[in-house]
């Protein structure tokens, strides 16, 4: 039987994940924040990464929805404007907006989906059924990747700084913020998961929900550098680089 850890040695194995199994482990990252890619990779990096960013607003609405306590959903709800914008802040989907804009990408052909990997539309979906469908507790859980972004958003922004000169600061706009969100993110999620993860199989619940979400990164990593890197099988119907993009 799993013994029962103690807050700190809960957080410690949470950590733990992330340091084996977070994406900035993947070889595409590398590439991406070394300069190796070509201007066709990285558009197709940008046009798979939106639709993840695209559902973060419906994956948190639906945490939302089955908070009990107003004021957890009160700090939570912060989470959806972060992203869908409100009267002082454009939001995080429309700074993604602006990276496929500079780009050379129609904002329609981007929203659309249309060019998207398969790959990257059955890891992102998962991620958004497996929100809905497991216990609070879980759902919260699964966003603990947060603890460890802003370490590859500092490495992302100035490797493709210094190494794309299509890219600029305008183009990464949207990291400005997260450098902020995410650590505020992160830090209401682990004290709640600490908190509420009181028995063994709670906990090993939760250790499972972030591993579950490690995967479903490195899923569309793994999907992109298949297609785009090597062998270099682009699916049917999925961006090409080689052709303009619409």
């Not at 603890?147 to 493709?160: D, Q």
């Not at 490195?218 to 090597?230: F, I, R």
Request: proline fraction near 4%; charged fraction near 25%; glycine fraction near 6%.
């Amino acid at each position: 039987m799993t013994e029962l850890m103690g807050p700190e040695e809960l957080e410690t194995a949470l950590r733990a994940i992330g340091a084996a199994r977070y994406h900035n482990r993947h070889a595409f990252h590398g590439l991406l924040h070394g300069g190796k890619l070509t201007k066709g990779q990285v558009q197709a990096w940008a046009l798979n990464r939106y639709y993840y960013q695209s559902i973060i607003p419906q994956k948190d609405a639906a945490i939302l929805s089955r908070m009990t306590d107003r004021d957890i959903r009160r700090s939570w709800r912060q989470r959806i404007i972060d992203h869908d914008g409100d009267e002082s802040y454009d939001g995080g989907i429309e700074r993604w907006l602006r990276l496929t804009d500079i780009l050379g990408f129609d904002r329609d052909y981007v929203i659309s989906g249309a060019g998207l990997l398969p790959g990257t539309r059955f890891a992102v979906e998962a991620y958004l059924h497996f929100v809905r469908d497991r216990s609070l507790l879980e759902a919260i859980a699964s966003s603990l990747t947060e603890l460890f972004a802003p370490t590859i958003i500092t490495e992302r922004v100035a490797g493709m700084l210094a190494s794309y000169d299509f890219i600029s600061r305008d183009a990464l706009s949207y990291f400005d913020k997260r450098l902020t969100q995410a650590p505020r993110d992160a830090n209401f999620a682990i004290d709640y998961v600490k908190r509420e993860a009181r028995l063994p199989h709670q906990q090993q619940a939760v250790l499972r929900a972030l591993e579950f979400k490690c995967d479903v990164l490195w899923a569309q990593l793994d999907a992109l550098y298949h297609a785009y890197v090597a062998p270099g099988h682009v699916p049917p119907g999925a961006f090409r680089p080689e052709e303009a993009a619409p």
